[in-house]
């Protein structure tokens, strides 16, 4: 088994549910346990004008490499409605895989850290919730570490799980 991270957001629907219903679908998978979900933050968005997002960060421990997990992931995101319309728009649900173990992971269609992910309170601010000290490997510093790093104003607190 591995430990992995993910990072949830929606801003179309009714986001709060559509996000507990993904998790619920995500315990339906063999070789899939739930570990630890963080509470649920409001974020300002960032690229385009678009709703306010809900986004949260939930522990894994799979049984599955990460190419299968993104796979699985995606069709998750297909289950709640995604489209892909323009980079960084609206959306039903995204689910981005952030962190599997110690890896670094560089291929076209997956990247280990997530690349961006450093830089995004709206992923920082709930990851440190339930991974403070897990080390991101490219640049060796601990989750709790990079929050600190970062303007947080645009991440308030929705509701815990
Ligand atoms: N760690 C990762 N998690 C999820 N998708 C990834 C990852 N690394 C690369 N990708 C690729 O990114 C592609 C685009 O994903 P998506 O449309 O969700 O991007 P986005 O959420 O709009 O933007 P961002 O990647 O900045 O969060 C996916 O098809 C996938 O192949
Ligand atoms: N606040 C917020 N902004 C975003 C988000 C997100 O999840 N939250 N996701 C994006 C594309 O991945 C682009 N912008």
């Not at 570990?35 to 649920?40: G, L, N, T, Y």
């Not at 939930?58 to 289950?79: D, F, R, T, W, Y």
Request: glycine content about 6%; aromatic content about 6%.
């Amino acid at each position: 088994m591995a430990n992995a991270v993910i990072a949830l957001g929606s801003n179309l629907g009714e986001s709060l549910r559509i996000l507990q219903n993904s998790l619920q679908s995500l315990t339906l998978i063999p070789g899939i346990e739930i570990e630890a979900v963080s509470s649920w933050y409001q974020t300002k968005p960032i690229g385009p004008p678009q709703p306010d997002y809900l986004n949260g960060c939930a522990l894994l421990s799979v049984q599955q490499h990460p190419e299968e997990l993104l796979v699985l992931l995606q069709a998750i995101e297909l289950q709640f409605g995604r489209v892909r319309n323009e980079k960084w728009g609206a959306r039903t649900l995204d689910l981005d895989l952030l962190l599997y173990d110690e890896l670094i992971f560089n291929t076209p269609s997956l990247q280990i850290p997530h690349p961006r992910m450093t830089q995004r309170a709206f992923v920082l601010v709930p990851l440190a919730e339930i991974v403070p000290d897990w080390i991101e490997p490219r640049s060796g510093k601990a989750i709790a570490n990079l929050v600190t790093q970062i303007d947080c104003s645009g991440v308030t607190k929705y509701c815990i799980n």
